[in-house]
Antibody, heavy 123, light 110 residues
Framework: EVQVVESGGGLVQPGESLRLSCAAS????????MDWVRQTPGKGLEWVGR??????????DYAASVKGRFTVSRDDSKNSVYLQMNSLKTEDTAVYYC??????????????WGQGTLVTVSS | QSVLTQPPSVSATPGQKVTISCSGS????????VSWYQQLPGTAPKLLIY???NRPSGIPDRFSGSKSGTSATLGITGLQTGDEADYYC???????????FGGGTKLTVL
């Protein structure tokens, strides 16, 4: 069974840093891109960033709103992906989802979502 | 303001059919495949449709997707009260080099 489980959320002050972790199981982790998507309570989904697999050079992409502050990384030996969040702002308050990206020779899509971890940025 | 445009809400009665639109541009929907996600209250989103019109295993054929030009549509037939949820469309935007979502549509089954 495919599982992705986030951890590391919590309450931080503006300007501080936080690192989220996502542990994956039940599939060949190294084959897949892994993304982070966030959702402000009561609002819609916002894509945060992507970690591509080894064949794609482990390249990353980020939403404009987090570029330069957030970093997505992965450790295939640990079946894990991480989101390092620096210089946090109050508007970064959200539930952060770790998501497996699948690809079927056409488009990429999010086929498995974690349960989410809440990050609250407040003084 | 979301890159993809969805109606904020739609409603229908049990047994009826409803459609949810998702409008974009040549750099996103017009250039890539669309997926749809269902988010039941208090839960994480779930994949409903991928590659414009394909259903993952376990998704009933009451759910369908289509795409034409820079717009996509999710259709739900035989509405059930359990379909009450928020629905999101998503795709890759080649100009932004980012995944983009619609703002979400809240479906109410009266």
């Amino acid at each position: 069974e495919v599982q992705v489980v986030e951890s590391g959320g919590g309450l931080v002050q503006p300007g501080e840093s936080l690192r989220l972790s996502c542990a994956a199981s039940g599939f060949t982790f190294s084959d897949h891109y892994m993304d982070w998507v966030r959702q402000t309570p009561g609002k819609g989904l916002e894509w945060v960033g992507r970690s591509r697999n080894k064949p794609k050079g482990y390249t990353t992409d980020y939403a404009a709103s987090v570029k330069g502050r957030f970093t997505v990384s992965r450790d295939d030996s640990k079946n894990s992906v991480y989101l390092q969040m620096n210089s946090l702002k109050t508007e970064d308050t959200a539930v952060y989802y770790c998501v497996r990206v699948d690809y079927n020779n056409y488009g990429h899509y999010f086929d498995h979502w974690g349960q989410g971890t809440l990050v609250t940025v407040s003084s | 303001q979301s890159v993809l445009t969805q109606p904020p809400s739609v409603s229908a009665t049990p047994g009826q059919k409803v459609t949810i639109s998702c409008s974009g541009s040549s750099s996103n929907i017009g250039n890539d495949y669309v997926s749809w996600y269902q988010q039941l209250p208090g839960t994480a989103p779930k994949l409903l449709i991928y590659d414009n019109n394909n259903r993952p295993s376990g998704i009933p054929d009451r759910f369908s997707g289509s795409k034409s030009g820079t717009s996509a549509t999710l259709g739900i037939t035989g509405l059930q009260t359990g379909d009450e949820a928020d629905y999101y469309c998503g795709t890759w935007d080649s100009r932004l080099k980012a995944v983009v979502f619609g703002g979400g549509t809240k479906l109410t089954v009266l």
